[in-house]
């Protein structure tokens, strides 16, 4: 089955500084890579994602890569701020609509962004 | 919508008794997940349902049941409740023609003594 690790287990940069997580996925057939962000105490919530067909994917100060060939996906987060502060977790997935498929995830990222 | 609600959201059992989790969703999804998560190990499929009436087992489904007798709802059963099911547990639905997009509920965080 897909195997997915996340580093580093923990990341604390300043406010306004960059933040940057890595996965690495075994399955070469995943085909859709989300990233969740889960605040203290809630569930976790989508907050990009990205499938096998393109190389990155951008949302405002939100940005995920895939390298198909090396089996890795990366989010980047620029300009962070405090109420980015949360755990992260990537995942792997393969399916097409129509069909359900099982997420595999990461073991998550705890955020920390500092003043 | 409400989206996915999950009840209770706090729940301690002694050892050898069983209860129900309750995951409802209100945005007419076909597909309904359970997970548990604990510390450093990220989310965990326990049981996975395609579809009113359906089941399936996922990574981790020992001394859990599930059932899916409204498409709204996806029940979580502990028959004889273990100290290793100590977890936070997250419901997640999906619609049938996106690509895997899960939406979570806000988790049961249960204790076993």
């Known amino acids: 089955g897909e195997n997915v690790e996340q580093h580093p287990s923990t990341l604390s940069v300043q406010e306004g500084d960059s933040a940057v997580i890595k996965c690495t996925y075994s399955?070469?057939?995943?085909?859709?890579f989300p990233w969740y962000k889960q605040e203290l105490g809630k569930g976790p919530q989508l907050i990009i994602d990205i499938r096998s067909n393109v190389g990155e994917k951008k949302d405002q100060r939100i940005a995920v890569t895939l390298n198909k060939t090396a089996k890795h996906f990366s989010l980047h987060i620029t300009e962070t701020q405090p109420e980015d502060s949360a755990v992260y977790f990537c995942?792997?997935?393969?399916?097409?609509?129509?069909?359900?498929?099982?997420?595999?995830f990461g073991t998550g990222t705890r955020l920390q962004v500092t003043l | 919508n409400a989206g996915v609600t999950q009840t209770p959201k706090f729940r301690v059992l002694k050892t050898g008794q069983s209860m129900t989790l309750l995951c409802a969703q209100d945005?007419?999804?076909?597909?309904m997940y359970w997970y548990r998560q604990d510390p450093g190990m990220g989310l965990r499929l326990i049981h996975y349902s395609v579809g009113e009436g359906t089941t399936a087992k996922g990574e981790v489904p020992d001394g859990y049941n599930v059932s899916r007798l409204k498409k709204q709802n996806f029940l979580l059963g502990l028959e004889s409740a273990a100290p290793s099911q100590t977890s936070v547990y997250f419901c997640?639905?999906?619609?049938?023609?996106?690509?895997?997009?899960?939406?979570f509920g806000p988790g049961t965080r249960l204790t076993v003594l």
């Open positions: 995942a792997a997935s393969n399916g097409n609509t129509g069909t359900a498929s099982k997420l595999t």
């Open positions: 399955d070469s057939a995943s085909n859709y």
């Open positions: 945005m007419n999804h076909e597909y």
């Open positions: 997640a639905s999906v619609a049938r023609f996106s690509y895997n997009e899960q939406f």
